[in-house]
């Protein structure tokens, strides 16, 4: 499969959001539903490192894989690494993220799928400054979606860790279950050794007062659907006079045969 081209893109502090919502692209893949219940906050992941192809980046390299069917059941909101971000489903859409495998709800917490928006930060573990870049974009981007959404860090910040907590039956604020250890994957599994520290980052971004989003502005499309093509006009009109009942604004094209 060919690169991928965004649809849209933004920045928030400094980092560059590509936007290819797989929602619009009719990918054979199932989808979740568009979110039902308030959102209550934001989930961090860890994903491991991946040996990027040429002229691509990890992130897009995991939206690549998520279209080809190749993340399983996998549906998050964004993936960021050291460069860039990808997006992939619209903020007011749940996602697939928050699952422990063996467990009945397989799918993972039903709050954290239906009710938080989730993010994959890509990293090794090793400490490089490839890590390091990483990790400071995710809080870039976790900053600037809780400004958004007028949420803080104390009450509206989970890990994946906390969600796993929670079906596993555990009690304690917040902050305690994203740092108690699940006994499954203590994901993310490089940020949650730091999480104060990390907290503590995007606070910084979140107090910074000069920061605005910058979009790009993109090309705009139209798309057409054909309903029928034949030979003979009359049917055509006959079809067009039945399409224009529901689509006033139906037109009747005429081509050259092949």
């Known amino acids: ?54 002229q691509t ?31 992939m489903l619209p903020l007011n859409w749940q996602s697939w993220h928050a699952g422990q495998a063996g467990k009945a709800d397989r799918y993972g917490s039903g709050a954290g ?19 390091i870049r990483a990790e400071r974009n995710c809080a870039k981007l976790t900053a600037y979606l809780l400004k958004k959404y007028s949420m803080n860090t104390t009450e509206h910040l989970f890990t994946h860790n906390y969600w796993c907590n929670i079906r596993n039956g555990k009690v304690g604020t917040i902050d305690q279950l994203n740092k108690l250890n699940d ?26 007062t000069t920061e605005t989003v910058k ?22 009109v006959t079809k067009l006079k039945e399409v224009r009942k529901n689509y006033p604004d139906a037109i009747l094209t005429k081509t050259r045969k092949a």
Request: net charge negative.
């Open 1 to 54: 499969m060919a690169l991928l081209t965004p649809d849209s893109i933004y920045t928030a502090y400094g980092l560059t959001v590509k936007q290819y919502f797989i929602t619009e692209h009719f990918w054979n893949i199932d989808l979740p539903a568009i979110r039902t219940q308030p959102l209550i906050g934001i989930t961090i992941h860890n994903t491991n490192d991946i040996n990027e192809a040429r």
């Open 57 to 87: 980046t990890d992130s897009e390299q995991y939206v690549r894989a998520t279209v080809n069917g190749n993340m399983g059941t996998v549906r998050v909101h964004f993936y960021v690494d050291d460069d860039e971000c990808w997006q």
């Open 113 to 131: 799928n239906a009710q938080t928006i989730s993010i994959e930060c890509i990293m090794d573990g090793s400490g490089s400054e490839k890590d």
């Open 183 to 208: 006994g499954y994957k203590g994901c993310p599994i490089y940020i949650r050794p730091h999480w104060d520290e990390f907290v503590s980052v995007v606070n910084r971004y979140m107090a910074d």
């Open 215 to 236: 979009e790009e502005p993109q090309e705009k499309y139209i798309y057409r659907v054909q309903v029928g093509a034949y030979e003979d006009r009359n049917n055509a």
